[in-house]
């Protein structure tokens, strides 16, 4: 840029040396002579001081050394969407194609073109797109009114993330002129909302929006949102975002919402978003929650809060009560959950036992860390949990006959399944008891015997195994029991309480406690 200033210049975004700020002040700072732009970086370690100069307020920064002073001509204020379009997906002519000549008829006259190919050929490649990723290309504006529409109307996906943009007027500028626009993603550019709030039909057709480190507040998400009528995808990450208001004309289509840390959210604001009718997938990693609470839900009911929710990430939080678990089981429509790295699901040695726990407490769950959790893992998991806690039951008033329950208000509230889990498979009986390691059911050795049906001339072997043995580690010891290798062997089981149906043990990868394992099956081997 030159070194002549324009009252506009303020607020505009604009690039330097790479870095992103925006335009505070525009005039002179004297001593020294000359224009200067004072910007307010993006990256405050990138500034120098608040915007202040020796003594003088210029701009005001929201950090301290958020700020700089600037000559004009070392700003880049960016280019128009359409030349940031041709720069990125026109292919090039060499010069001989350059140069050929063509005879075209303009009315009742022949005409001599140059280039006229070339022409053609730039803007057929540009009607033809429909995904198009102008990522950190500095797109500060619309550019030349109907251009966009006329050069690439087909558009349907626009990646605009970390450019220059600075107010929602440019976007719209763009919007406008991509009718059938679907998905748009603005994330990392700062955002001045319009003059003007009517915008009927300008992202009429847009199904995804993606908003991540904008700075939007939530007032101005559903600004947004009543802009698009058919949003099915927003994604506000990173944005430290106060939930203050409840939708109530507006999200009412959307299926995800993402709002992955924005460290001010808590559990009272969640429930002002509760009742989005459509709403399918949440995501809230990283926003520092502990807890959740569905209040109109008894034991063993279910909330009436996020109706259509099926899958939440609740990854990077704070979870470190079992409580949590127990209320994502109010959910009526929840299948699936992530809740890595979390203080009660650290990735240590008890890790396939919280596994367990949390199956066991959540009984709608279908796939949990993005592992689906088949049959065999969830009666396991159960079976378990209900011998786990089974001790506990009987202090706290359980008792084989349900008619003889009394079961305290406390052991429910810890153990909401528990009394299904005794319906599902029957109240533990004193023999199951008496053997009872709480939190080490993972370690307890099976007694199984060892058959090899294809060699009659082998003996049957009994042998203890820790049920947490991987079907790879019995191999490995068959391996060198029997002179065999690994990759021959083919193991099976059969349970005496169902004589002749054989399980194939066949992920190596898994445990004899995940195939449901039980003392007294019979490990058949084959080579």
């Not at 540009?126 to 550019?143: F, H, I, P, Y």
């Not at 904008?214 to 007032?219: L, N, V, Y």
């Not at 995800?256 to 001010?264: I, M, T």
């Not at 998991?381 to 208000?409: T, V």
Request: net charge negative; aromatic share 8%; with cysteine.
């Amino acid at each position: 840029m030159s070194d002549t200033l324009t009252p506009d210049v303020i607020g505009r975004r604009v690039e330097v040396n790479g870095e992103h700020a925006t335009v505070r002040f525009a005039g002179v700072v004297p001593p020294v002579a000359g224009p200067w732009l004072g910007v307010e970086w993006d990256n405050p370690e990138r500034g120098k001081h608040d915007g202040s100069h020796e003594g003088t307020v210029y701009f005001k920064c929201r950090h301290p050394t958020g700020g700089s002073f600037v000559r004009p001509n070392k700003v880049n204020f960016g280019t128009d969407f359409l030349t940031a379009i041709k720069n990125r997906y026109v292919l090039e002519d060499g010069p001989e194609e350059d140069r050929k000549e063509q005879i075209v008829t303009l009315g009742n006259k022949p005409v001599e073109t140059v280039g006229f190919d070339s022409l053609m050929k730039q803007q057929s490649q540009l009607s033809k797109l429909q995904e198009v990723s102008l990522r950190n290309c500095a797109v500060s504006c619309a550019g030349e009114k109907g251009g966009v529409a006329e050069a690439c109307p087909n558009i349907r996906r626009v990646d605009l993330s970390k450019n220059l943009l600075s107010s929602w007027d440019e976007v719209i500028h763009i919007a406008d002129q991509l009718r059938h626009l679907e998905v748009l993603n603005l994330s990392e550019n700062k955002l001045k909302f319009p003059s003007g709030s009517a915008l009927t039909g300008t992202f009429s057709a847009l199904k995804v929006l993606v908003l991540n480190q904008t700075g939007i507040t939530w007032a101005e998400v559903l600004r947004c949102a009543a802009w698009c009528p058919g949003l099915e995808e927003l994604y506000l990450e990173s944005n430290n975002i106060v939930i203050s208001e409840r939708p109530t004309d507006v999200l009412q289509t959307v299926k995800l919402l993402d709002l992955s840390s924005n460290q001010l959210i808590d559990e009272n604001q969640l429930y002002l978003i509760a009742h989005l009718p459509r709403l399918e997938q949440l995501i809230l990693s990283d926003i520092g929650i502990s807890s959740i609470h569905f209040p109109d839900a008894g034991i063993g009911c279910k909330t009436s809060m996020f109706p259509s929710l099926q899958y939440l990430v609740v990854n990077d939080n704070q979870i470190s009560q079992w409580s949590f678990f127990n209320e994502l089981d109010k959910l009526p429509s929840l299948r699936a959950l992530s809740c890595l790295r979390n203080p009660l699901t650290k990735e240590d040695k008890e890790a396939n036992m919280t596994r367990q726990l949390i199956i066991a407490s959540i009984g709608q769950l279908k796939t949990l860390n993005k592992c689906e959790i088949l049959p065999k893992e969830r009666r396991t998991a159960e079976l378990d949990y209900r011998k786990a806690f089974g001790n506990e039951w009987k202090q706290a008033g359980g008792h084989q006959d349900p008619d003889k329950n009394r079961l305290s208000e406390e052991f429910l509230r810890a153990h909401p399944r528990y009394q299904f889990l005794c319906l599902k498979y029957g109240a533990p009986e004193d023999w199951e008891l008496k053997t009872q390691q709480p939190f080490m059911l993972k370690n307890q050795l099976l007694t199984l015997k060892i058959k090899y049906p294809d060699q009659l001339d082998q003996k049957v072997l009994e042998k203890q195994l820790p049920g947490s043995m991987t079907i790879q580690k019995v191999k490995g010891w068959l391996s060198r029991l029997l002179k065999v290798p690994v990759s021959d062997l083919l193991l099976s089981y059969e349970s005496p309480k169902e004589p002749g149906i054989e399980i194939k043990l066949e992920n190596d990868l898994q445990s004899l406690r995940f195939y449901s394992v039980e003392n007294e099956d019979c490990l058949l081997v084959r080579w």
